[in-house]
């Protein structure tokens, strides 16, 4: 029994868990503001969504570590941080390479069975359209022929499929319309998504400039890309701005604005000269709480607009 359960440990942990959060706080950012618009809360829309996308998420994240090992890119990574260079559950012999494909693919398959009891409930061809976008999408990042994430897609991706779409999904899903008023938190959300990919890519870099990963930091060096990376930190705080004076949403835009002294250390920390290196990873620790703090003010101040507008 222990070794079953041992076992059962280490396919668990391959799937990253650690990470979900990138996924679940999107859905938590569009379900609350949904409850804002609608003024109702579907509970098992919510729970369903937040379910498929934590399957759709592991999948994505073995068969990266699948493909990864196959191209050599995790192998030829010698500067491994907590925060990038994959699991490396197979370069180290803990599962074999065709166990992770499997259990990514059934990963897959268990989201796309719940995107597909979403589609049913909602009969909506939007959700059912997303979800075929977002499982694309999860395996196609490192697998072939499409391998977004070696052509110089794939920091985009990532805040398109952890960002806009389960962010408006989300949304859709309590209220069942497609308008403007997610799409400044979404824009938010994926870039703090795409601040972590871009940051967790510095310490790749050398790995991936090997195997011809098409990562911004490849393609265009580290000075411009980690000013591109301050660039995008600095827009995140205009489209909050956009919320608290254009949208009139106070609460999420000011309790976002708490996260400000966050964003300021993660660009004095995001210096090019230290980005290179060997187990630099104080920007990548500030992003990553960045997105945490900065997705759950976001909710916390929707759920609060909302509360205030029901009793007032």
């Known amino acids: 029994m222990s070794r079953f359960l041992k076992q059962l440990s280490l396919l668990f942990f391959a799937a990253r868990p650690k990470f979900f959060t990138a996924c679940i706080l999107p859905v938590f950012v569009g379900s609350s503001l949904g409850y804002l618009s609608a003024g109702t809360f579907n509970a098992q829309l919510f729970i369903l969504a937040t379910l498929a996308i934590i399957f759709i998420h592991a999948g994505a994240n073995l068969a990266n570590d699948y493909y990864d090992y196959k191209s050599r890119n995790d192998l030829l990574n010698k500067n491994l941080t907590p925060f990038s ?72 991706i990532i805040a398109l499929l952890f960002g806009l779409f389960p962010v408006y999904a989300a949304y859709y899903l309590q209220t069942r319309v497609l308008d403007y008023k997610p799409l400044m938190p979404a824009l938010i959300v994926s870039i703090l998504i795409f601040e972590i990919i871009l940051i967790n890519e510095f310490p790749d870099l050398p790995a991936d400039k090997a195997v011809n990963k098409k990562t911004l930091p490849v393609l265009l060096g580290i000075p411009i890309a980690a000013m591109i990376y301050k660039l995008f930190l600095v827009t995140a705080y205009c489209f909050a701005g956009i919320m608290l004076f ?4 106070y609460i999420p835009a000011i309790l976002f604005f708490i996260t400000l002294p966050l964003g300021i250390s993660a660009i004095k920390y995001a210096n090019k000269n230290d980005l290179a290196k060997p187990q630099y990873t104080t920007p990548n620790r500030l992003t990553v709480l960045l997105h945490l703090f900065g997705c759950l003010a976001l909710t916390v101040g929707f759920i609060t607009e909302a509360v205030i507008r029901n009793y007032t």
């Open 246 to 249: 254009k949208q009139k949403l």
């Open 85 to 156: 260079g994959g699991s490396c559950f197979i370069p180290n012999g803990l599962l074999p390479p065709q166990v992770v494909i499997i259990e990514a693919l059934i990963a897959l398959a268990l989201g796309a069975l719940l995107g597909l009891w979403i589609a049913y409930l909602t009969k909506s061809s939007i959700i059912l359209t997303i979800g075929i976008i977002g499982i694309s999408g999860a395996f196609f990042y490192t697998a072939p022929p499409f391998k977004l994430g070696y052509r110089g897609l794939g920091e985009v």
